[in-house]
Nanobody, 125 residues
Framework: QVQLVEFGGGLVQAVGSLRLSCAAS????????MAWFRQAPGKEREFVTA????????RYADSVKGRFTISRDNAKNTVYLQMNSLKPEDTAVYYC??????????????????WGQGTQVTVSS
């Protein structure tokens, strides 16, 4: 099993910045990629970005490209999401997820095996 805990959510004004962290524990060696998803009220949970533990290859949703940056610290089993130029439409619960898929950079919910509890990000206009 892998446990994921997110930190760093909160309230921020539009065009501001926020950094989320996700600490992984347990059998982290069984996972190959980490991702952030988000879910706004009344909407489906959607992919935001992902990174592979080895090599650091990344993938982003078009809606966040150029504004969000994912990174990882393998020694700390921690993944970060730096969010800049935030918009009100970025308001959502942000979830960290871990995938046991050994190839590529998964972007589908079904490809992620472990999930954190989520952290609220609210962007005011």
């Amino acid at each position: 099993q892998v446990q994921l805990v997110e930190f760093g959510g909160g309230l921020v004004q539009a065009v501001g910045s926020l950094r989320l962290s996700c600490a992984a524990s347990g059998r982290t060696s069984s996972t190959y990629a980490m991702a952030w998803f988000r879910q706004a009220p009344g909407k489906e949970r959607e992919f935001v970005t992902a990174i592979r533990w080895t090599g650091g290859s990344t993938r982003y949703a078009d809606s966040v490209k150029g504004r969000f940056t994912i990174s990882r610290d393998n020694a700390k089993n921690t993944v970060y999401l730096q969010m800049n130029s935030l918009k009100p439409e970025d308001t959502a619960v942000y979830y960290c997820a871990a995938s046991a898929v050994a190839w590529g950079i998964p972007n589908a919910r079904s490809q992620y095996d472990y999930w954190g509890q989520g952290t609220q990000v609210t962007v005011s206009s």
